[in-house]
């Protein structure tokens, strides 16, 4: 079997580890702005970007919970590449970007586990 086809059978969302996701999450929401570089900013950032995608690629997506599809637009509104950092951003605007991201991850994390999230807080 190639590996294009084991991808095809695997579920969407086989690949979302709860655990790690939490870790990242935690990690960025620890950061203290006076004892983080914008590098160590950028860095955590990306990390939480890539988990909150995977999370919304999963089954996020197919749900009609009015208050999930509240977070999804949310999270479309902070990922839209016109709204992210540059490296001319201010690190004070990084950091409360990486925040947001977390923020929105942890919700996204607690949906997708079959919890509530805290949207929009």
């Known amino acids: 079997m190639k590996v294009t086809e084991e991808r095809r059978h695997?579920?969407?969302?086989?690949s979302i580890e709860p655990e790690v996701i939490a870790d990242a999450v935690d990690d960025v929401?620890?950061?203290?702005?006076?004892?983080?570089?914008?590098?160590?900013?950028?860095?955590?950032?990306?990390?939480?970007?890539?988990?909150?995608?995977?999370?919304?690629?999963?089954?996020?997506?197919a749900?009609?919970?009015?208050?999930v599809r509240a977070l999804i637009r949310v999270t479309f509104r902070l990922l839209d590449?016109?709204?992210?950092?540059?490296?001319?951003?201010?690190?004070?605007?990084a950091f409360a970007y990486a925040q947001q991201v977390a923020a929105c991850t942890r919700d996204a994390?607690?949906?997708w586990w079959g919890?509530?999230?805290?949207?929009?807080?």
């Open 10 to 14: 695997e579920r969407p969302d086989a």
């Open 29 to 61: 929401l620890g950061m203290e702005l006076g004892r983080s570089t914008r590098a160590d900013i950028d860095r955590q950032t990306v990390r939480v970007l890539v988990h909150l995608n995977l999370l919304l690629s999963g089954r996020l997506q």
């Open 63 to 67: 749900t009609r919970d009015e208050e």
């Open 81 to 93: 590449l016109a709204k992210r950092p540059t490296h001319d951003t201010p690190a004070f605007e």
């Open 109 to 111: 994390l607690a949906y």
């Open 115 to 121: 919890g509530k999230g805290t949207v929009g807080g």
